[in-house]
C-alpha cells in the first residue's frame, strides 16, 4: 500500500495536468504545490520514478504513468466520496470539509468506500461539483465549462464548480448563493470596475470582481 505522502505526490500531479494537459508538470510548480522545496520535490519525484508511477526527464519536468494516474484517480475518488459523505450524513459544513478529507482519504478501506459510494447513491460530483472519479477506469470526458467572468450578459446559467476551496472563499460564495446547482442570470458587465453583475435565484443582484468570478463555473441555464 503507498504511503500518504506518495498518494498526496501522485493526486497533486494529477490536478497539475488537469490545468495544462499533455504537459509535463515543472518540478518548481510541483514543490509550490506540495509546500516543499525543489529539492525535495524532486527526490520524491526519482523514487515515484523508480516505482514505475511517474516519467520523469531532469530539467524538464514530469507526468503520470498509467499506473500512477490510475492510483492517483483512486485516491481523489476516496477524497470526493469523503467530501460529500461528511456534508451530506455528518452535516458538516462544505468550507471545512476539504481540509478533513486530506486526513481520512488515506485511512479509508475500499469496502468502506464501496458501502459510502451505494449510501450516497453513486454521486458523480462532491460538494464543490468536483467529479468524482469512477471506481475503475478513466474519468467520462466533461464539457469545458466556462467561469462567470467569461459569461455574456443577459444570460442565464447553473453553477456547476467552486474551484477554489479556501475555507473562506466558500464562506464567501455560499453568503452570494453562488452554490453548485444554482440558477444565476449575469446582468452587466463592467470592465472599468473589473466586475460583473450578477442576480442568483432568489436573491438580490450583487457585483464579483473578475478574479472571485472566475473561479466559479457555470453551464448554460
Not at 64 to 75: K, N
Not at 84 to 104: I, K, Q, T
Not at 108 to 116: G, T
Not at 145 to 164: I, K, M, N, Q, T
Amino acid at each position: 500500500m503507498a504511503s500518504s505522502t506518495v498518494e498526496n505526490y501522485l493526486k497533486q500531479l494529477y490536478l497539475e495536468q488537469q490545468h495544462a494537459p499533455g504537459q509535463l508538470v515543472s518540478m518548481g510548480k510541483l514543490a509550490a504545490a506540495m509546500g516543499v522545496v525543489p529539492g525535495t520535490a524532486t527526490t520524491m519525484v526519482k523514487a515515484l520514478s523508480d516505482s514505475g508511477l511517474v516519467g520523469y526527464e531532469p530539467r524538464e519536468g514530469v507526468r503520470l504513468t498509467r499506473a500512477g494516474e490510475q492510483l492517483a484517480l483512486h485516491v481523489l475518488r476516496r477524497h470526493r466520496l469523503v467530501e460529500l459523505f461528511l456534508v451530506r450524513v455528518l452535516g458538516l459544513d462544505w468550507s471545512e470539509v476539504h481540509a478533513e478529507a486530506e486526513e481520512l482519504e488515506h485511512a479509508i478501506s475500499d469496502k468502506v468506500l464501496e458501502r459510502m459510494d451505494a449510501l450516497l447513491d453513486r454521486p458523480s460530483v462532491d460538494p464543490h461539483g468536483d467529479p468524482i472519479p469512477p471506481a475503475r477506469g478513466r474519468p467520462h470526458l466533461t464539457p469545458t465549462r466556462d467561469s462567470l467572468a467569461d459569461c455574456e450578459p443577459g444570460r442565464s446559467y447553473c453553477v456547476s464548480r467552486v474551484v477554489d476551496q479556501e475555507p473562506a472563499f466558500l464562506q464567501f460564495v455560499e453568503r452570494c448563493g453562488l452554490m453548485p446547482g444554482t440558477s444565476v442570470t449575469v446582468e452587466a458587465r463592467d470592465p472599468q470596475a473589473d466586475a460583473i453583475r450578477v442576480r442568483p435565484r432568489g436573491k438580490e443582484p450583487l457585483s464579483l470582481g473578475t478574479s472571485a468570478a472566475a473561479k466559479i463555473l457555470v453551464e448554460s441555464g
